[in-house]
């Protein structure tokens, strides 16, 4: 019984992870602008997610790898150019 708990457990991350990245993508575009100059950074799993917030714009867009994890904390500061 505990086998099939913890693949049931393992499903159901696997299935989340996905829309949390749809989630914080989506609050990242939602915290900028759209600009003539927006730009799109990729973050590769392994790579900086708070690196490439701290260096966005208003108006940039951060794609995360599929099936990538990125650990936290994760801080968004207010950006000049950003609407509430």
Same mark, same amino acid.
């Given at each position: ?5 913890? !693949? ?7 299935? #989340? ?6 989630? #914080? ?15 799109? =950074? =990729? =973050? ?23 099936? !990538? ?14 609407? !509430?």
């Amino acid at each position: 019984m505990k086998i099939e708990y913890a !693949a049931t457990l393992q499903q159901t991350r696997h299935l #989340l992870r996905p829309a949390i990245q749809i989630i #914080l993508i989506s609050f990242v575009i939602l915290l900028g602008v759209r600009s003539a100059q927006a730009a799109t =950074v =990729v =973050v590769s799993s392994g790579g900086n997610l708070q690196a490439a917030i701290d260096s966005a714009q208003a108006g940039d867009t951060i794609v995360l790898e599929a099936g !990538a994890s990125f650990m936290g904390p994760i801080t968004l500061p207010n950006k000049a150019g950003a609407t !509430a």
